[in-house]
C-alpha cells in the first residue's frame, strides 16, 4: 500500500485472492486480469496488501494450501491479523466458501463471487459468525446464482447477518461491478475479527 514504506510499524489489511479456473498454470500475469490484481495494475491504491496466489492447471483451491498461505503472509509482512479477507471469483468462489467452512476463525469477512458450496450450505452454522457479501449475475449459466442463493438462504436461517447481490443483467461476470463498486470496499475494510 502507499505509505507502507514510511512508517515500518504500522500493519495492514490483507487481502487473499482466489482467481477462477480461467487463469490457472504458471503465468501470473494472466492475474491480473480481473479483481483486486486487475485493480492494483491499474494503479487503484486499496489501502491492503493484496496477495493473488495462483493454482496449477488442472487444479482447484485447496483450503488448507490457502490457509497455510494466510499464516505465511501474516506472519511475515506487517498484516493486521484482525483484519484478514478472504475473496475470489468462480473457482476461487468455491475455494473462498470452502476454506472458510474448514477455517471459520481465520478470516475477518469473505466476499464470494459466483461461487457456491456444493451441499457444504449444510453447515452454515460454522459460518454464521463471519461477515459475508456474496455477488452473482442473475444470468449465470456457468455457476447457476441459486449456489449462491442456496448458501446465503442457509446463513441467514442459522442467524448470519449475510448479504447477496444479485445483478439482473450479469451472466457469469459479476465481479467486474462487484469489485468496482466502493461500497464492497468501504464495507470489507470496516470487518474486523476482533469485533466478533
Not at 1 to 29: C, M, Y
Not at 37 to 53: C, N, R, T, Y
Not at 127 to 155: C, M, N, R, Y
Request: glycine letters at 10%; one cysteine or more; proline letters at 7%.
Amino acid at each position: 500500500p502507499k505509505g507502507s514504506e514510511e512508517d515500518k510499524t504500522q500493519t495492514w489489511p490483507l487481502i487473499v485472492f482466489l482467481h477462477g479456473a480461467g487463469e490457472r498454470g504458471d503465468d501470473l500475469n494472466v492475474l491480473k486480469k480481473h479483481g483486486p490484481p486487475k485493480l492494483v495494475e491499474q494503479g487503484k491504491d486499496l489501502g491492503a496488501i493484496v496477495a493473488s496466489p495462483q493454482a496449477p492447471a488442472g487444479s482447484i483451491w485447496n483450503p488448507h494450501t490457502v490457509k497455510a498461505l494466510t499464516e505465511e503472509l501474516a506472519s511475515t509482512l506487517r498484516v493486521d491479523r484482525d483484519r484478514i479477507y478472504l475473496t475470489g471469483l468462480s473457482m476461487g468462489g468455491y475455494g473462498t466458501w470452502e476454506t472458510a467452512i474448514e477455517y471459520p476463525d481465520l478470516y475477518a469477512a469473505l466476499v464470494p463471487i459466483c461461487g457456491g458450496t456444493g451441499v457444504r450450505w449444510l453447515v452454515a452454522e460454522r459460518i454464521k459468525h463471519l461477515p459475508d457479501w456474496s455477488f452473482h449475475g442473475q444470468k449465470d449459466t456457468v455457476v447457476e446464482p441459486a449456489q449462491s442463493e442456496k448458501i446465503h438462504a442457509a446463513l441467514k436461517k442459522a442467524g448470519s447477518d449475510a448479504r447477496l447481490t444479485l445483478y439482473p443483467d450479469a451472466a457469469h461476470d459479476s465481479w467486474t461491478p462487484a469489485y468496482n463498486d466502493p461500497g464492497l470496499w468501504e464495507w470489507l475494510f470496516s470487518q474486523r475479527r476482533a469485533a466478533r
